[in-house]
C-alpha cells in the first residue's frame, strides 16, 4: 500500500516554518507497511491543494493532508477536500457541542469562526483531538490532520490504528537499518558499496547529516534476511568507519561506554568554545560520567586551568601539537578531548592556515594528538572539529578495551 503525504502552509514554502510532521507520519505508516510515494507541500490556497489531491490520487491508496483546519481564513484544506470530492460540508451538533466545552475549559471564548473547526466532508469519519480543537478526519481515502505537531501525534496513531482495522491491511513492517558513518566521502562509500546493493526491491540510500553519513537499507520485514546479508558485506568492507547504528549518536555511544568503564571524562576546549561540552551534556544520564569543561580560549586560561607550560605556548604556539598534548594532561579524569585552532576567517598564516586544528585525547596511560586541516565557514570549521573529536576518542576507546 502507498500513500501520499500533502503538507499544507505557505510558511513552509517561504521559510516561516520547518516541516517535521512529514518525518512523524512516514515512520508511523512504515510500521504498518505503507509506504510513501510522494510529499508534496502547498501554500494556503484552495485550488492548489486540490491540484495536489489530484495528484495524490493517481498513485496513492491513501492520501493524508497535514495542516489547514484551524479557524482562520487561510485554513482551507477541509474545504478543498470537499470541493474535490464534489461534497458538502456539515456541522453536527454533538461535534458543535464538544468544541464549546473544550474552549471553555481553557477559558477561551467561542466565536462563530471557531465552528470551522468541528466542519465535516458529508460521510466523513471524525477522530477526537485530545490536546486541541480541529479533529482529524477521513473520507473517502482522505485523511486530514492539524499541522500542529502535538496534535499530530495524539491523531494519527489512533486513526493508524482505525485505518488498519478498517481496510484489514496484513501488516509487513518496513525494515530499516542505519549504519552511521565518518571519515568517508560518500563517493567513496558509494564505490565501495555499490557491488552490494544488488538486490532487487531494497531502497538504499546515503543521508548526510551533521554528525556522519548514514547507510539506510529498506525492505520488508518479513524479508530482512537478505537486508541482513548485506549489512554483514558492508561491516566486512567498512566496519571500521561505522561507529553506531539506528539513531544512536556518537555522543551517547562514547557516553554509554564511559559508563560500562566507570570512567569520568572531561574536555577542555579552545576554538570549539563549549561546542563538545554542548553535545555531551545533550544527553540524558550524561552526568554520571562527565566532570566538567573548560573553555580555555586564552593563553593565560590553558597556563592557569591546564598547567599548559608558559614557555610551550612561546616555542609552538597555542595551535599546536604541544599545546594540544598539554591541554588534554592537564584534564584531571581518566578520559579526556582538548581541542585548539584556527577556525576563521581571519588569523591564519601560511604555516599555520585557517582550518588548522590539534586535537589531543586521553584515555588512561595513552594519550594521541592528531592535526587536522579543516574546510568551511567558521562555524563550520568548529562543527567539523567537535565530530572529529568524538569520533577518534571513540576509536581510542575501543582501542584501549582490546
Known amino acids: 500500500m502507498k500513500a501520499t503525504l500533502i503538507l499544507v502552509g505557505t510558511e513552509l514554502l517561504n521559510g516561516g516554518m520547518i516541516d517535521t510532521n512529514s518525518i512523524y ?15 508534496i507541500v502547498v501554500k494556503d490556497d484552495i485550488n492548489e491543494i486540490k491540484e495536489a489531491i489530484e495528484i495524490a490520487k493517481k498513485s496513492s491508496d491513501l492520501v493524508i493532508l497535514s495542516g489547514g483546519l484551524g479557524p482562520t481564513i487561510d485554513d482551507l484544506t477541509k474545504v478543498a ?41 458529508e ?37 493508524l490504528k482505525w485505518y488498519s482495522t478498517k481496510m484489514k491491511l496484513n501488516i509487513d513492517k518496513i525494515y530499516i537499518r542505519d549504519l552511521l558513518t565518518y571519515g568517508i566521502a560518500e563517493s567513496l562509500l558509494n564505490k565501495k558499496l555499490i557491488p552490494y546493493f544488488v538486490e532487487t526491491g531494497i531502497d538504499y540510500e546515503f543521508l548526510i547529516k551533521d554528525y556522519g553519513t548514514i547507510i539506510r ?34 555522543e551517547e555511544v562514547i557516553l554509554n561506554k564511559l559508563k560500562e568503564r566507570n570512567l569520568l571524562f572531561s574536555v577542555a576546549e579552545s576554538c570549539t568554545g ?5 553535545k555531551i551534556v545533550g544527553v540524558s544520564g550524561a552526568s554520571e560520567v562527565y566532570k566538567e569543561g573548560l573553555v580555555t580560549y586564552s593563553n593565560s586560561s590553558k597556563v592557569e586551568r ?10 609552538y604556539g597555542a595551535v599546536s601539537f604541544e599545546t594540544a598534548k598539554e591541554m588534554v594532561e592537564g584534564l584531571k579524569t581518566a578520559v579526556g578531548i582538548s581541542v585548539t585552532g584556527i577556525a576563521g576567517p581571519n588569523g591564519g598564516t601560511l604555516e599555520k592556515p585557517v582550518g588548522l586544528v590539534y586535537i589531543g585525547l586521553k584515555v588512561n596511560e595513552n594519550i594521541e594528538v592528531m592535526k587536522k586541516i579543516f574546510k568551511g565557514s567558521r562555524e563550520e570549521i568548529r562543527e567539523k572539529t567537535v565530530l572529529c573529536s568524538l569520533f577518534y576518542l571513540n576509536k581510542l576507546l575501543d582501542k584501549g578495551s582490546n
Not at 507520519?25 to 510529499?39: A, D, P, Q
Not at 453536527?92 to 466542519?119: A, G, M, P, Q, Y
Open 25 to 39: 507520519m512516514s515512520e508511523k505508516l512504515n510500521s504498518y507497511g505503507i509506504s510513501i510515494k510522494y510529499k
Open 81 to 121: 477536500v470537499a470541493n474535490y470530492l464534489g461534497k458538502k460540508l456539515t456541522i453536527d451538533k454533538d461535534d458543535l457541542d464538544r468544541l464549546k466545552i473544550k474552549l471553555k475549559e481553557r477559558n477561551i471564548d467561542f466565536l462563530e469562526e471557531n465552528k470551522k473547526e468541528v466542519e465535516k466532508v
Open 123 to 159: 460521510g466523513a469519519t471524525f477522530f477526537n483531538n485530545e490536546v486541541g480543537m480541529a479533529p482529524g478526519m477521513y473520507v473517502d481515502g482522505i485523511a486530514c490532520f492539524p499541522g500542529v505537531p502535538r496534535e499530530l501525534y495524539n491523531l494519527f496513531p489512533k486513526f
Open 217 to 250: 537499507l529498506q525492505y520488508k520485514e518479513s524479508n530482512k534476511n537478505l537486508v541482513e546479508k548485506i549489512i554483514k558485506k558492508i561491516y566486512n568492507e567498512i566496519g571500521n568507519k561505522i561507529f553506531s547504528e539506528g539513531n544512536i549518536k556518537l
Open 274 to 278: 563549549g561546542m563538545i561540552s554542548s
Open 306 to 315: 591546564l598547567g599548559v607550560k608558559e614557555e610551550t605556548l612561546k616555542s
